[in-house]
Nanobody, 125 residues
Framework: VQLQASGGGSVQAGDSLRLSCAAS????????VGWFRQGAGKDREFVAA????????FYADSVKGRFTLSRDRAKNTVYLQMSSLKPEDTAVYYC???????????????????WGQGTLVTVSS
């Protein structure tokens, strides 16, 4: 599976952005797709994830109510709609896919086998 993340940019606090994670080489059916982010000088952290089959969604507490996942089966793509952005959301955002994952492991970096390149989101105050 090859993943291509896109949609990052520079915005003001309070603005919105939509990130896309397009998959190729395999359907995402059976996978979980997660978003992670890494700010400058910080560890990579879990943001959100969706299980392709069933559509269960999981969010980090820091983004609940502001970020929303969705998927387009026809395009084999997962979207992360980010609203009410804050300066602390500034980071490189990565999407990743896990072929088999249990809910308790959904936020673990080591659970994900395939990674896309990052897309930079910069939020200024």
């Amino acid at each position: 599976v090859q993943l291509q993340a896109s949609g990052g940019g520079s915005v003001q606090a309070g603005d919105s952005l939509r990130l896309s994670c397009a998959a190729s080489g395999s359907t995402l059916s059976g996978f979980a797709v997660g978003w992670f982010r890494q700010g400058a000088g910080k560890d990579r952290e879990f943001v959100a994830a969706i299980k392709w089959i069933g559509g269960s969604m999981f969010y980090a507490d820091s983004v609940k109510g502001r970020f929303t996942l969705s998927r387009d089966r026809a395009k084999n793509t997962v979207y992360l709609q980010m609203s009410s952005l804050k300066p602390e959301d500034t980071a490189v955002y990565y999407c990743a896919a896990a072929p088999r994952i249990i809910n308790s492991s959904i936020g673990r970096i080591s659970s994900y086998e395939y990674w896309g390149q990052g897309t930079l989101v910069t939020v200024s105050s």
